[in-house]
């Protein structure tokens, strides 16, 4: 199953709510075809309004125009557009087998019943799903749920494939198999995705030089490969506990309740910007407290491995 390519253009968008509410400041970007785009920045700054925008589900302000190939959509209504959004929650219907979850948009456009069997069983094979196509969303893994609204998303064919958090409600262990699998999957597909969330760290210029990365208090050498000034981190590869040798420091500013995890905001000495890190929902860290902090350098990315 190869879906088109096509390159998404991104001009000058921005969204301002009635009250004037400033939801996306003007943004500009250019999304190669097949190529993974992640969108970067602090809880509020506005990705899952862009991503809401290129998927036609809220209205940018006048000027801005969003383009698919040669294709103006910015006016086109979400069900003209072809795009595919797998969200956090996956938003299946519990209700549904596998397999009518999967058949679902294909079926109310107007495909024949010979057309939706022959492109779900494509996609349950795809997707490691032969064997549960009888099975409801409540009867499956985390995992196998996360496969389902993958299919279901990309049965249309859609020309572009949004992703708002699509691992944030599984453990570390099962994000960290299933990462790779998403990622092979897409360049299968020949799909372009767009999603975000992930801590950008800035380095001085010493510590550049030095290859190394210093937060809280502790200093990290750095893979030989990350030459880069800016480092990225996901928040499940944070590790936060009592301070140990080699840890460093960091403050809690906030503390979010997400029903399977809790989110830390921490301030930390040596980076400009707040970090966000994941931990297990009975973790008792409460705001102002003082909690040791650790990265696994090998955990580390560049910022050109955000966008390949």
Same mark, same amino acid.
């Given at each position: 199953?190869?879906l088109?390519?096509?390159?998404?253009?991104?001009?000058?968008? /921005?969204?301002?709510?009635?009250?004037?509410?400033?939801?996306?400041?003007?943004?500009?970007?250019?999304?190669?075809?097949?190529?993974?785009?992640?969108?970067?920045?602090? /809880?509020?700054?506005?990705?899952?309004?862009?991503?809401?925008?290129?998927?036609?589900?809220?209205t940018?302000?006048? %000027?801005?125009?969003?383009?698919?190939?040669?294709?103006?959509?910015?006016h086109?209504?979400?069900?003209?557009?072809?795009?595919?959004?797998?969200?956090?929650?996956y938003?299946?219907?519990?209700?549904?087998?596998?397999?009518?979850?999967?058949?679902y %948009?294909?079926?109310?456009?107007?495909?024949?019943?010979a057309?939706?069997?022959?492109?779900v069983?494509?996609?349950? =094979?795809l997707?490691?799903?032969?064997?549960l196509?009888s099975?409801r969303?409540?009867?499956?893994?985390?995992?196998q749920?996360?496969?389902?609204?993958? +299919?279901?998303?990309?049965?249309?064919?859609?020309?572009?494939?949004?992703?708002?958090?699509?691992?944030?409600?599984?453990?570390?262990?099962?994000? =960290?198999?299933?990462?790779?699998?998403?990622? =092979?999957?897409?360049?299968?597909?020949?799909?372009?995705?767009i999603?975000?969330?992930?801590?950008r760290? =800035?380095?001085?210029?010493?510590?550049?030089?030095r290859?190394?990365?210093?937060? %809280?208090?502790?200093?990290?050498?750095?893979?030989?490969?990350?030459?880069?000034?800016?480092?990225l981190?996901?928040?499940?590869? @944070?590790?936060?506990?009592?301070?140990?040798?080699?840890?460093?420091? #960091?403050?809690?500013?906030?503390?979010s309740?997400?029903g399977d995890?809790?989110?830390?905001?921490? /301030?930390?000495?040596?980076? #400009?910007?707040?970090?966000?890190?994941?931990?297990?929902?009975?973790?008792?860290?409460?705001?102002?407290?003082?909690? %040791? @902090?650790? @990265?696994?350098?090998?955990?580390?990315?560049?910022?050109?491995e +955000?966008?390949?």
């Open positions: 199953m190869e088109e390519r096509i390159p998404v253009d991104i001009d000058h968008c /921005s969204k301002t709510y009635a009250d004037g509410t400033r939801g996306l400041q003007p943004t500009s970007l250019h999304v190669e075809p097949g190529e993974v785009l992640a969108l970067l920045g602090p /809880s509020g700054c506005g990705k899952t309004t862009l991503l809401r925008l290129i998927a036609g589900l809220e940018l302000d006048a %000027g801005g125009r969003i383009l698919f190939g040669d294709q103006d959509v910015t086109r209504p979400v069900e003209q557009r072809g795009v595919g959004m797998v969200f956090q929650s938003a299946l219907f519990p209700q549904m087998s596998v397999a009518a979850n999967i058949g %948009g294909l079926r109310i456009r107007g495909a024949s019943a057309e939706e069997r022959r492109a069983g494509e996609l349950v =094979e997707t490691r799903l032969t064997g196509e099975k969303p409540g009867e499956l893994s985390g995992g749920r996360q496969r389902v609204a993958l +299919a279901r998303a990309v049965a249309v064919r859609p020309r572009v494939l949004l992703l708002d958090e699509p691992l944030a409600a599984l453990d570390a262990k099962l994000k =960290e198999s299933l990462r790779e699998e998403l990622a =092979e999957l897409l360049r299968r597909l020949h799909i372009t995705p999603h975000g969330r992930v801590n760290i =800035e380095r001085t210029p010493e510590s550049q030089a290859g190394v990365l210093t937060l %809280g208090g502790m200093t990290l050498t750095c893979p030989p490969a990350l030459s880069q000034s800016a480092l981190v996901r928040p499940e590869d @944070i590790q936060i506990g009592p301070r140990q040798d080699g840890w460093g420091m #960091a403050r809690v500013e906030q503390r309740f997400l995890r809790v989110q830390l905001r921490l /301030s930390a000495a040596g980076i #400009a910007s707040t970090l966000l890190a994941d931990v297990g929902r009975d973790a008792p860290y409460r705001n102002g407290d003082e909690v %040791g @902090i650790h @990265i696994d350098p090998q955990r580390l990315m560049s910022t050109a +955000a966008s390949a």
